[in-house]
C-alpha cells in the first residue's frame, strides 16, 4: 500500500532552534514531493515542491531534501520563530496509481517564545 | 489573483439533504480536485479532473458527485447528505497534470450533517 509517515505527530521546541521535520513513504517511484503548512481552521499553504530528479530545495529559512532511494524526505526549519507554529504536512504522488497526492498525518509544530 | 475560491465557508445540513460545495480557481489550471480531511484519517481524494469534460474518482467518492463544464468551475455535490460527509472539504488545483507543479489549496469548506 502507498503511505506516508511523518514522525513525529508534535513537537514543541524553544524559539530560536533549528529544527527537521521528518517524512518517509513507501515507494520510490514518485513524481514529486510537496510540504504544506496549514494553519488551524485553514487551508494548506505549498511550501516547497521537489521533482523526483530533484535532492533538495530551498525557499528562505526553509530547506527540504528527498533521497528516494531510502525513501525518507526532511524539512529542516532555521532559527525557529513562533510564527512558525503550525501542522507540516508532507505529500507525495506516486507513478503507479490514481492521480493524487497521498499525505501524511502531520508533524504538529509549537514553537515557545 | 484570488487563486482557488471555496463557497461555503461553513455549512450545515440536515441529513438526506442535497448541497453543493463551488470551487473556483482564475489560475487557467487544467487539473482540478476535491479533498475532504478528518481527524486521524488525514486527507483523502473524492473526485478529480484533469480538465473540462473530464472527471475520475478518488479514494473515496461514495455519496459525491463532480462535473466540469468549465476550466475554473469544479463543484462537489453531496446527493443525499449523511453524517459521515460530516468534515472540511478542500478543492486544489495546479497547473497541468499532477506531479509536473505546485498544487494550490483553497480555504475549506466545513460541512456539519445533523
Known amino acids: 500500500k502507498q503511505e506516508v509517515t511523518q514522525i513525529p505527530a508534535a513537537l514543541s521546541v524553544p524559539e530560536g532552534e533549528n529544527l527537521v521535520l521528518n517524512c518517509s513513504f513507501t515507494?520510490?517511484?514518485?513524481?514529486?514531493l510537496q510540504w504544506f503548512r496549514q494553519d488551524p481552521g485553514k487551508g494548506l499553504t505549498s511550501l516547497l515542491l521537489?521533482?523526483?530528479?530533484?535532492r533538495e530545495q530551498t525557499s528562505g529559512r526553509l530547506n527540504a531534501s528527498l533521497d528516494k532511494s531510502s525513501g525518507r524526505s526532511t524539512l529542516y526549519i532555521a532559527a525557529s520563530q513562533p510564527g512558525d507554529s503550525a501542522t507540516y504536512l508532507c505529500a507525495v504522488i506516486y507513478m503507479r496509481g490514481a492521480q493524487k497526492l497521498v499525505f501524511g498525518q502531520g508533524t504538529r509544530l509549537t514553537i515557545n517564545p | 489573483n484570488a487563486g482557488v475560491t471555496q463557497t461555503p465557508k461553513f455549512q450545515v445540513l440536515k441529513t438526506g439533504q442535497s448541497m453543493t460545495l463551488q470551487c473556483a480557481q482564475d489560475?487557467?489550471?487544467?487539473?482540478m480536485s476535491w479533498y475532504r480531511q478528518d481527524p486521524g484519517m488525514g486527507l483523502r481524494l473524492i473526485h478529480y479532473?484533469?480538465?473540462?469534460?473530464?472527471?475520475d474518482q478518488g479514494e473515496v467518492p461514495n455519496g459525491y458527485n463532480v462535473s466540469r463544464s468549465t476550466t475554473e468551475d469544479f463543484p462537489l455535490r453531496l446527493l443525499s447528505a449523511a453524517p459521515s460527509q460530516t468534515s472540511v472539504y478542500f478543492c486544489?488545483?495546479?497547473?497541468?497534470?499532477?506531479?509536473?507543479?505546485?498544487?494550490?489549496f483553497g480555504e475549506g469548506s466545513r460541512l456539519t450533517v445533523l
Open positions: 521537489i521533482q523526483s530528479s530533484q
Open positions: 479532473s484533469v480538465g473540462a469534460g473530464i472527471t
Open positions: 486544489a488545483s495546479s497547473f497541468r497534470q499532477l506531479g509536473t507543479g505546485e498544487l494550490f
Open positions: 489560475m487557467n489550471h487544467e487539473y
Open positions: 515507494d520510490s517511484a514518485i513524481y514529486n
